[in-house]
């Protein structure tokens, strides 16, 4: 199942490039527009913007960068979640943000607000353990608590994304029971999927940061800025994948087993 949760999230991102940039391209530009805003503004990169003095611009762009993360990401997730369990095709310029979409957007929230909840009493057993034996003993056991406790399950509730894209919404019981066995599979292959982009990013900021010798720095941040776009569409749309496969997974499991399916899907 792990084997195949990789080669459906590479077949079908790998596959069809062309729908990749068409769902994630027109919100990535945006992004990229709003970077250089930043950039011209401030001086910083995007993610150098939390660092900075705190003023009435820092917020307001750390606002606006908020806003349209989120929008993106539901925008991005519905479209390609249809794409990959429905096939159907985007248009060109994706901007869509309608009535499916803010669905998909409290559904988000919903995982937000738990992952939060859940990792308060995590981050108080890690402030325990760091008091009474050391810092180092309580780092490895959060990473453990998270790795193959937490996170694995808090992966089996993003069943209920695909399921809110594809207009089959399923409460959180639902979701959790469908993704059994296949919560740790999902985050394990989003990890190995995730780690060639993670390297290659740092590895272009090091090789540009070593050959960009008299090039002015803006004409610097502004390649490091353009690689990472590609890489984080392609990247993002991996991940959204993962959760795609898992919920065909899923779905098929209930069909197989005689079930009628979760709302009939």
Do not use: C
């Not at 057993?125 to 180092?136: D, K, P």
């Amino acid at each position: 199942m792990f084997k195949r949760l990789l080669n459906d999230s590479l077949s079908l991102v790998f596959g069809n490039l062309d729908a990749v940039f068409k769902v994630a391209g027109s919100w990535f530009v945006l992004q990229f527009v709003l970077s250089i805003a930043i950039l011209t503004l401030t001086g910083q990169m995007p993610e150098e913007i939390g660092e900075a003095a705190p003023s009435a611009t820092t917020f307001l762009l750390s606002i606006t960068m908020l806003v349209l993360f989120v929008l993106s990401s539901s925008s991005i997730g519905v479209a390609w979640h249809r794409f990959g369990l429905l096939g159907e095709h985007p248009q060109t310029i994706h901007l869509k943000y309608g009535k499916t979409e803010l669905a998909f957007t409290l559904q988000l929230l919903k995982i937000f607000l738990i992952s939060f909840l859940v990792m308060l009493p995590v981050g108080v057993i890690f402030a325990l353990v760091s008091m009474a034996v050391s810092e180092i003993v309580g780092l490895a056991l959060l990473v453990i608590l998270f790795l193959f406790v937490v996170l694995p399950r808090l992966m089996r509730l993003n069943l209920i994304l695909p399921a809110a894209a594809v207009e089959r919404p399923l409460t959180l019981k639902e979701a959790y029971a469908l993704g059994d066995s296949l919560g740790w599979k999902m985050l394990w292959a989003t990890i190995v999927l995730s780690l060639p982009f993670s390297l290659v990013s740092v590895g272009l900021q090091f090789i540009l940061s070593m050959v960009g010798g008299g090039l002015p720095v803006f004409l610097i941040q502004m390649k490091v800025m353009i690689l990472n776009v590609l890489l984080q569409i392609i990247f993002t749309v991996l991940a959204i994948s993962v959760i795609t496969a898992g919920y065909r997974i899923a779905m098929e499991r209930v069909q197989n087993s005689g079930g009628g399916g979760a709302n009939g899907a």
